[in-house]
């Protein structure tokens, strides 16, 4: 019912930002972000519920999510090289899914990689 395109992906300096944009067809009560490095589990980063915000702690103060009306906008800075990794994209179909971290509807994903 829902389907999610992530765009903005790709190489950045350390300290530099990115900008990542979600578009989506279908409706939604919430979406988000998680990302996930080779070897490691995957993270959640990002959640907007209509225009409250929320971010996990390793991200809390560089990235900034906004956007809800069938779309958002992760913004990424002071990038580090551990904030390499696949971004995804993410929708909840409900505010709860949203609140316990259960997406239904996931991207395909675009690559973030930090190096000089």
């Known amino acids: 019912q829902v389907q999610l395109v992530e765009s903005g992906g790709g190489l950045v300096q350390p300290g530099g930002s990115l900008t990542l944009s979600c578009a989506a067809t279908g409706s939604a009560s919430a979406m988000g972000w998680y990302r996930q490095a080779p070897g490691k589990e995957r993270e959640w980063v990002a959640t907007?519920?209509?225009?409250t915000t929320y971010y996990g702690e390793s991200v809390k103060g560089r990235f900034t999510i906004s956007g809800d009306d069938g779309s958002n906008t992760l913004i990424l800075n002071s990038l580090q090289p551990e904030d390499t990794a696949m971004y995804y994209c993410?929708?909840?179909?409900?505010?709860?899914?949203?609140?316990?971290?259960?997406?239904?509807?996931w991207g395909q994903g675009t690559q973030v990689t930090v190096s000089t």
């Open positions: 993410v929708a909840f179909s409900t505010i709860m899914a949203a609140m316990t971290s259960r997406p239904d509807y």
């Open positions: 907007i519920i209509g225009s």
